[in-house]
Nanobody
Framework: QVQLEESGGGLVQIGGSLRLSCAAS????????MAWYRQAPGKQRELVAL???????NYADSVKGRFTISRDNAKNTVYLQMNSLKPEDTAVYYC????????WGQGTQVTVSS
């Protein structure tokens, strides 16, 4: 079992940047995969970025080159650096930990506006 708490969301202008954080209640070093998902109003939740325990990463095509996922095992935290934000990035962003079972955070709202 692991509890996840996201932070760092907010309102940002088009082209701006935000860094999301996902703090875990225990060590994440052994957790196979940590990921960020997002869900916009009226849309299904979608994978944004994933990082494995070995450091391999995977990104949705829509965010490649703009978003970067990273993990700090010493701080039990996963980050999502988001640059060049667009209105279509507006969503609730969720952190997920996968280790057999899946655990989700409560989400943090990101709103990109002109």
């Amino acid at each position: 079992q692991v509890q996840l708490e996201e932070s760092g969301g907010g309102l940002v202008q088009i082209g701006g940047s935000l860094r999301l954080s996902c703090a875990a209640s225990r060590s994440i070093g052994s957790i196979y995969a940590m990921a960020w998902y997002r869900q916009a109003p009226g849309k299904q939740r979608e994978l944004v970025a994933l990082i494995t325990s070995g450091g391999s990463t995977n990104y949705a095509d829509s965010v490649k080159g703009r978003f970067t996922i990273s993990r700090d095992n010493a701080k039990n935290t996963v980050y999502l650096q988001m640059n060049s934000l667009k209105p279509e990035d507006t969503a609730v962003y969720y952190c997920k930990a996968s280790q057999g079972l899946s655990f989700w955070g409560q989400g943090t709202q990101v709103t990109v506006s002109s």
